[in-house]
């Protein structure tokens, strides 16, 4: 029998490796698949948790600021309340907040997610926002808390006839420092997209922006007084101010006639009222001091010819340096550093803080004055100045020196030491918002601080809003009737066209003097038709200024089409319109002006008058029948 091989007797291996491959390669399958999952699975935790922790971040950025937020107010009231514990206290609660929200929105993973598209703007500006308010508290908040606490407001009553300004340089640096954060502040939020915002970041920052805006403009203000006033107050050299009275019963540009002058001599803090005199005494300027030629096109050569009409223009630092002129022409020996314009209304305020003055002294000898006040308060001193006074002294001169003997009698009042600084402070301030209060500065360098802000009264440059519109008048009776006259004046925004803006401005004016004005009024008062007008009217050139490079396009007069006087000053549009009005006559001027290219809010100036002047600037309306969008 033959003997079996290997080859018949067992089976061939390799099928049986054919049959096992697939088993092999299916376990490396799923073991790949399981990393994978794996790796999915810790990608998802890893990104879960990114996004919470994201999720976190962003809840302690919102708490936070919100707060922040609702803590604000709390700390204005207690500034203003002079509770600084409390304000001290809330400060440093402020601290806490902005810090946390700021350690959140510098987050490491913060950061990296907000590179990612679409939601990384949002995260990038909630970490600027964060930054920001951190800044402002650190940077502005505590640094004038500091200052606040030191500046003791007794320190600013007048010792001895001086004001004392050591707590004024000392809390300077503070101050400045401050007004520099806010400023940064305010530019980098600007600097922000929101168009690429989701609108709960986009509104609440534009909100932030407009309260830092407001902050700014406040700090501007503190931070150039602090650097200015106590050069100004003559604690390096002594300084001589001339001191422009004006009379608002004939109504110029920046309020009033400047009928009383004085110069106003100030060393080492102390105020003196010096030498006195009067636009009338002063007489003609032959040949007439030199003035910008686009300005006296629309003032006429009066504006460098007489004392009186100075202010005729409303840019303040023409009529300073023009009143400077003409008071060192008359007054050789005498060297002005500077130029300082208030009126009665102005006083009337200063007297709301340091209470009546008596001004018996200030009433001529020999002069029968019939009712006239000899206690000046709040209440009475402008009727006292602006109507009684031509009722009972006759004598033009005569007036013009019971005006300066009762300024010098305020002034006195206040370098007495009587009234607190911080009262005093707070009427001045008041004086300066409506406008009734403004300095010219003969030092380059203060001028360029004082032309920046408010005070300084140019029409045009930094302190001039871009969409700025401004409305003025100028007396043509040549008398003293504008005591008279009731004035609203209100801007209109009317329909866009051809992608510009349109603006009315709308003034009305009312002659509210007694029928019988021609006979029971004071020829002083009326005019005496010397300058052509009807005794008891009132003749008044209403000036209206445009935003640079508007148009102006038409003027009305109740409703009427009326011829407009069209000039250019600083590249802003100019129109002038004259109106006369009888006893009880009410007359209103629109003027309309084009192609405004601004698209920032308007801004509305007006000529300070005897009316307080939230009864004069009525809110800004808006046409609603345009076909088109407006502006």
């Not at 050299?237 to 002058?261: C, D, F, H, K, M």
């Not at 018996?360 to 000046?376: F, W």
């Not at 005006?403 to 301030?429: C, M, W």
């Not at 939230?614 to 088109?628: K, R």
Request: with cysteine.
């Amino acid at each position: 029998m033959t003997k079996p091989t290997d080859r018949t007797a067992a089976p061939a291996p390799e099928p049986r490796r054919l049959r096992a491959q697939p088993t092999i390669r299916g376990g490396k399958l799923r073991r790949r698949w399981i990393r994978a999952g794996i790796a999915v699975a810790l990608f998802a935790l890893v990104l879960g948790g990114a996004a919470a922790w994201l999720g976190f971040k962003a809840g302690v950025i919102k708490d936070n600021l919100q707060t922040t937020t609702e803590l604000v107010p709390q700390l204005k009231k207690q500034l203003g309340d002079n509770d600084r514990v409390g304000a001290a206290d809330t400060v440093d609660s402020l601290a806490i907040h902005t810090a946390a929200a700021k350690a959140a929105g510098t987050d490491p993973l913060w950061k990296v997610a907000s590179a990612i598209p679409w939601v990384g703007p949002n995260l990038e500006a909630a970490t600027i926002v964060a930054i920001t308010a951190d800044d402002v508290v650190q940077l502005a908040a505590k640094p004038l808390l500091g200052a606040f606490e030191s500046l003791d407001w007794k320190s600013l009553t007048p010792t001895d006839g001086a004001v004392g300004l050591e707590a004024i340089n000392s809390a300077a640096p503070s101050v400045v420092s401050a007004a520099n954060t806010i400023q940064l502040s305010h530019s980098r939020l600007a600097d922000i997209d929101k168009s690429r915002l989701l609108p709960e970041l986009a509104n609440p920052l534009t909100t932030a922006q407009e309260q830092l805006d407001d902050l700014r403009g406040t700090l501007n203000v503190a931070s150039n007084t602090v650097r200015l006033l106590p050069a100004m107050m003559g604690t390096s050299e002594p300084r001589n101010y001339l001191l422009l009275i004006q009379n608002s019963a004939e109504v110029r540009a920046t309020g009033g006639i400047p009928g009383a002058l004085a110069v106003l001599h100030v060393e080492q803090g102390k105020i003196q009222l010096t030498t006195q005199d009067s636009a009338s005494n002063m007489g003609a300027f032959e040949p007439a001091v030199e003035v910008d030629a686009a300005q006296e096109a629309i003032y006429t050569n009066r504006l460098s010819s007489y004392m009186q009409n100075v202010n005729m223009t409303p840019d303040f630092p023409t009529a300073a340096t023009t009143a400077r002129a003409m008071w060192q022409l008359r007054h050789p020996g005498d060297v002005i550093d500077g130029v300082i314009a208030l009126d009665p209304s102005a006083l009337a305020l200063v007297l709301e803080a340091t209470g009546p003055v008596d001004v018996g002294s200030a009433i001529p000898k020999g002069v029968d004055v019939g009712g006239l006040p000899t206690k000046l308060t709040s209440e009475n001193l402008v009727k006292a100045l602006l109507s009684d006074v031509y009722t009972n002294i006759e004598e033009p001169a005569l007036q013009d020196a019971y005006f300066a003997e009762v300024a010098k009698k305020v002034f006195a009042e206040v370098s007495s030491g009587k009234t607190s600084g911080e009262k005093l402070v707070t009427a001045l301030g008041k004086g300066v918002e409506e406008n009734r209060i403004k300095i010219w500065s003969a030092r380059v360098d203060e001028q360029k601080l004082l032309g920046s802000q408010r005070i300084g009264g140019a029409i045009s440059g930094i302190s001039v809003a871009p969409a700025a519109f401004g409305v003025y008048f100028n007396d043509g009776t040549g008398a003293k009737m504008d005591y008279y006259v009731k004035r609203t004046v209100q801007l209109v925004r009317q329909c866009s066209a051809g992608g510009y803006g349109q603006y009315t401005a709308r003034i009305t004016l009312t002659n509210t003097a007694p029928a019988d004005a021609a006979t029971s009024l004071p020829k002083y008062v009326t005019g005496d038709g010397v300058y052509g007008v009807t005794r008891g009217h009132v003749a008044t050139n209403v000036v209206a200024y445009g935003p640079a490079q508007a148009r102006t396009q038409a003027a009305r007069v109740n409703g009427k089409s009326t011829p407009v006087g069209s000039f250019s000053h600083d590249e802003r549009p100019v129109g002038v319109i004259r109106v006369d009005l009888a006893p009880g006559q009410t007359t209103t001027v629109e003027l309309d002006f084009a192609k405004v290219v601004q698209s920032s809010p308007a801004h509305l100036d007006v000529t300070p008058t005897v009316q307080d002047s939230a009864d004069v600037i009525l809110p800004a309306e808006a046409a609603t029948n345009c076909t088109t969008p407006a502006q």
